[in-house]
């Protein structure tokens, strides 16, 4: 099994910064596209930042010029650092990695979810 830990949300005031990381661990054969993607209430669950294996990163328009997606292959880890936080931004951030376990074809996991709260 794969397993995804995420850590660095919290509350933070409006123009405020935060940086999330997600550490994967376990049977990992392989790790492909790594990403983030919010849920805030009432809402669907949402991505905000994907990037590649070799490090090319995609933004959803709302978070381009304030995000910025980066990962560690050595480590597995994929980082989300969020600049310039507005109120929207308020929501669960879920990490997703795209992997394959040894024995196991590729799909995608998910970590539990760490709140971002954005108020003054």
């Known amino acids: 099994q794969v397993q995804l830990v995420e850590s660095g949300g919290g509350l933070v005031q409006p123009g405020g910064s935060l940086r999330l990381s997600c550490a994967a661990s376990?049977?990992?054969?392989?790790?492909?596209?790594m990403g983030w993607y919010c849920q805030a209430p009432g809402k669907q669950r949402e991505l905000v930042a994907s990037?590649?294996?070799?490090?090319?990163?995609n933004y959803a328009d709302s978070v381009k010029g304030r995000f910025t997606i980066s990962r560690d292959n050595a480590k597995n880890t994929v980082y989300l650092q969020m600049n310039s936080l507005k109120p929207e931004d308020t929501a669960v951030y879920y990490c997703?990695?795209?992997?394959?376990?040894?024995?196991?074809?590729?799909?995608?996991?998910w970590g539990q979810g760490t709140q971002v709260t954005v108020s003054s």
């Open positions: 997703n990695a795209f992997a394959k376990e040894y024995g196991s074809p590729k799909r995608d996991y």
């Open positions: 376990g049977s990992i054969f392989s790790i492909y596209a």
């Open positions: 990037i590649t294996s070799g490090g090319n990163p």
